[in-house]
């Protein structure tokens, strides 16, 4: 849907309201009370048993009112909601917000016959079961809350009405305003995505803050967050952290990713800053309002109180952040401002009888010291002096490092004692004040995680990866003999392959069905290994140690035999059901100073295949060290899910053991990844252990299942269940242009931004003036980001390639509607290949992308100088208008519906 399908919801021009009544303290009577507000010319009652509420007129149904509405707000019972839409349709409405709850849920329930209505007349629905819509700056108040929002800009949506409430009174007693207030509830149509793309370009809102309960759509959540994380803060509180009902794990890597910290690993790729209640997110979205944004984690802090200076002290470290360390240039200066007992190092101890003059002369000079990122300035109540004025002092300092630094330096207050006017001098001077030092703490440190979540989501990966192509159609082959074997797991030979084709190291693995055939199989083997370990073979047996189903360092054939009738004998003993197919040998793996790793993939219900990495071996769930991150990745992403596990300080190396190559361990993270995207069939994979030595990074045991009635194969886009769309390789073509020169065409990849940028170093000025409409001064990393990082499910941009030097030759791009039904093109050739074709060449590609993806449209905005541009528009059927709001640019539309192949 377009986003211009949800003006009505936050600009409607006429409200009606379904089931007005006037009986005390229901819903009816409060949501008519609530909407008077909104004007009574701009609002009409219906209600056939109702004939007037205060002296307002209520009409008997919707054929009867005096003017057209653009929203219903329904508040009927259950039994009438499905007429109340249908009158709703009839009458042209195509929006309604509806409060209706019981509606029941499934096959033959009210709530299936009221959508199935609600899509046949195209209405859109918020709910059912919502507590209502709120839009403070024009008055709208279309809920039953017994409390108004006032104005302000901070963005609330949520999927609980109860919550909501709270929300409200709680943003009452701290004098907090709103954009926008929606209550989802059910979701049966509107969801989270659509809400944050709205509030993600509106101008009023400076944050969005969430409270979800369950996502639907993951990838359509995910890219919406994305996009609005990139533009303002999305602060979310995801209950349910505890869930009882989490599923069982079906092997160590799916008893790893628990439900929540599945939750967790997708808001972080998403760049949302989760937080655990009301208090949090209020302050959080506070904190990011008032202070600049922050350069690092640095912090210093200044105390009247040593114990207070010590506790916020300990709170920095405990949630992540450094104690800054101060130059020399500001412990001198703070030796001519404070008296000899001064701490002399940071935390600052200002000594208990602090006047306001130590405040300030404390705060400029930390302000001013390089190494100093972010201040908490704390003040207990002391009757020597005060707590107003030491306020006053503080905010006179950090007033004037403002005026002569342009980017600020975040500084918070916790300021302890009684207010005896200090919280309105903060106020006034845009500074929290929190009441503990704890508190202060935390909200710098959500300033930087919200900094860091920034600049994830825009850093440019390294290329590891070029020129890796892995062996699809033999990893393709491998899955669809198992399917057509009618079995949802790999063998180890068929996981050894599978691997294999990804370039994943892993030990050979030789399958034999009893002590015969191993002893057989053993005598080659130990031509070129020392040593073998036998494992039993069963796909009922997932922890194979559990059952004594592995025998190690095996030297002769007689041993590998006997251990075959051992390990077979103990598997049948302890698991009588399971199906033993026989034995797998394998070279034993002899690394005593190794780490023991384990990676893999889990199948989550909401997000898809979710990456596990962590330490692995077989008490992998009691040291349950591990980080989770969603697929695909690139080099950052394989990076930072190492780095956030306890055993990566390990991989550095420590006394005797040499470090890992932590590079090549990212690599082997993004091949099963990308394993992962281009397969869907895959469902669990468990790699354990990975051993992981200074030279040798290996697979020592594997197990892969299979999800039933799945393709073996697919191209990445049609992934059904990845939450983030991965990028598209079968787009890549070699394409010849008209003349006979031939190009590689592709979709662009974050790691093109050096590309971009020699690209842009071979285009004239005038030529840059024509495509970006305005001189272009500004090349940096911010500008370039936003043209090679896109999100392939709402945009796609296209790139040309020498084929031999690599070169980047020209580009197109088309950026689309959320709802992907138009979208706007932009193209552009190098300055010194003009005339070669190249620009239809990339237009008629786009255009062939758009009709794929059921784009009903492209357009584009056109400089009226621009005529061979222009002229090109022209000979690929593009309709052009002159803009009526300015002569200088020409509208170019294609109606992509209208072209027959």
Request: a negative charge; aromatic letters at 4%.
């Amino acid at each position: 849907m377009s986003l211009q399908s949800l003006d009505p919801f936050f600009r409607p021009k006429r409200v009606v309201l379904i089931g007005a009544t006037s009986r005390p303290n229901s819903v009816g009577s409060v949501l008519a009370r609530n909407l008077t507000a909104f004007g009574l010319d701009r609002v009409a009652f219906v209600n056939p048993f109702v004939a007037e509420i205060d002296g307002i007129a209520v009409h008997p149904s919707l054929t009867d009112l005096p003017a057209p509405a653009d929203l219903a707000v329904v508040a009927v019972p259950p039994e009438a909601i499905v007429g109340v839409m249908e009158e709703i349709g009839a009458a042209d409405i195509h929006h309604a917000v509806v409060i209706t709850t019981g509606l029941g849920h499934g096959q033959g329930s009210l709530l299936e016959a009221m959508t199935a209505v609600a899509r046949r007349h195209g209405i859109r629905v918020l709910g059912p079961n919502s507590a209502g819509l709120q839009i403070p700056p024009i008055g709208l108040n279309a809920s039953f809350a017994q409390r108004a929002a006032v104005t302000g800009d901070l963005a609330f949506v949520s999927q609980s009405g109860t919550l909501t409430h709270a929300a409200l009174d709680w943003a009452a007693r701290h004098g907090i305003g709103f954009s926008g207030i929606a209550v989802l509830g059910d979701a049966v149509d509107v969801h989270f995505d659509e809400m944050l793309d709205h509030f993600a370009l509106d101008h009023r809102t400076r944050a969005i803050l969430l409270y979800l309960e369950s996502i639907g759509d993951a990838r359509a959540f995910l890219s919406a967050a994305r996009a609005a994380a990139r533009s303002k803060p999305v602060v979310v509180i995801k209950a349910g952290r505890h869930a009882a009902g989490a599923r069982a794990a079906r092997s160590h890597t799916g008893a790893l990713a628990g439900v929540d910290a599945v939750y967790d690993c997708a808001f972080r790729r998403a760049g949302l800053l989760r937080v655990a209640d009301l208090d949090e997110m209020f302050a959080a979205a506070e904190t990011l309002s008032l202070v600049p944004r922050i350069r690092g984690k640095r912090i210093a802090i200044i105390t009247n109180g040593g114990g207070a200076g010590v506790l916020a002290a300990d709170s920095v470290v405990d949630l992540g952040g450094e104690i800054a360390t101060l130059s020399e240039e500001t412990v001198s200066a703070l030796d001519q401002s404070l008296p000899p007992g001064w701490s002399r190092g940071n935390p600052i101890d200002l000594i208990g009888n602090a006047a306001a003059d130590r405040y300030g002369a404390a705060t400029r000079a930390v302000l001013a010291d390089d190494g100093v990122d972010a201040v908490v300035a704390i003040n207990c109540p002391t009757p020597l002096a005060p707590s107003r004025l030491a306020a006053e002092a503080v905010v006179e300092a950090v007033s004037g490092y403002r005026r002569g630094h342009y980017d600020g330096k975040p500084l918070i207050a916790a300021w302890l004692g009684e207010d005896d006017g200090w919280s309105s001098t903060f106020a006034k001077a845009r500074i929290p004040a929190l009441e503990t030092p704890h508190g202060a703490v935390e909200g710098l440190m959500q300033l930087v995680r919200q900094a860091e979540a920034q600049a994830a989501l825009t850093a440019t990966p390294a290329d590891v990866l070029a020129g890796f192509s892995p062996d699809r159609n033999r990893a393709a082959s491998v899955i669809a003999a198992a399917l057509a074997d009618d079995r949802l797991w790999l063998k180890a030979s068929e996981v050894v392959e599978l691997l294999a084709a990804y370039d994943i190291p892993i030990v050979p693995a030789l399958a034999a069905a009893n002590a015969a055939d191993a002893r057989h199989l053993a005598a080659e083997l130990l031509k070129q290994h020392r040593s073998l370990v036998v494992k039993i073979a069963s796909p009922d047996i997932v922890h194979k140690s559990d059952v004594g189903g592995v025998e190690l360092e095996l030297s002769s054939p007689e041993a590998v035999a006997a251990a075959t009738e051992a390990v077979i004998a103990r598997a049948k003993a302890a698991r009588p059901g399971a199906r033993v197919e026989g034995v797998t040998l394998h070279p034993m793996i002899v690394a005593p100073k190794a780490v023991e790793l384990i990676a893999g993939v889990t199948d989550d219900p909401v997000f898809g295949p979710v990456m596990v990495f962590g330490r692995g071996g077989t008490a992998v769930e009691v040291i349950n060290d591990r980080a989770l991150a969603l697929p695909p990745l690139d080099a950052n992403l394989a990076h930072d899910l190492i780095a956030r596990t306890r055993v990566a300080r390990q991989l550095q190396g420590y006394r005797d053991r040499r470090p890992v190559d932590v590079d090549r361990l990212a690599g082997i993270l993004q091949r099963l990844a990308q394993l992962v995207a281009e397969h869907p069939a895959i469902g669990d994979i468990d790699l354990n252990p990975l051993i992981a030595e200074a030279d040798r990074l290996t697979v020592v045991d594997a197990r892969v299942t299979l999800v039933p009635n799945t393709p073996a194969s697919g191209t990445a886009v049609h992934h059904p269940r990845l939450s983030i769309r991965p990028y598209p390789t079968e787009w890549e073509e070699h394409l010849k242009l008209p003349g006979g020169r031939m190009v590689f065409v592709r979709p662009v990849r974050p790691e093109d931004e050096g590309r971009y940028l020699a690209f842009f170093s071979k285009m004239t000025a005038e030529d840059m003036r024509l495509r970006f409409f305005q001189r272009v001064h500004d090349l940096g990393h911010a500008f370039v980001a936003r043209l090679t990082q896109i999100d392939y499910a709402r945009a796609m941009a296209f790139i040309a390639l020498d084929p031999d030097s690599g070169d980047m030759l020209g580009g197109v791009r088309l950026h689309g509607d959320p709802g992907g039904g138009d979208g706007e093109y932009a193209v552009s050739v190098r300055s010194d290949l003009k005339g070669l074709g190249l620009g239809r060449t990339l237009m008629t590609q786009i255009i062939r992308y758009a009709r794929r993806e059921g784009y009903a449209h492209i357009h584009g905005e056109v400089l009226a100088e621009n005529r061979q541009m222009l002229r090109m528009c022209e000979r690929l059927g593009f309709v052009l208008t002159p803009d009526p709001d300015s002569h200088d640019i020409i509208k170019v539309d294609l109606d992509l519906r209208s072209i027959t192949d």
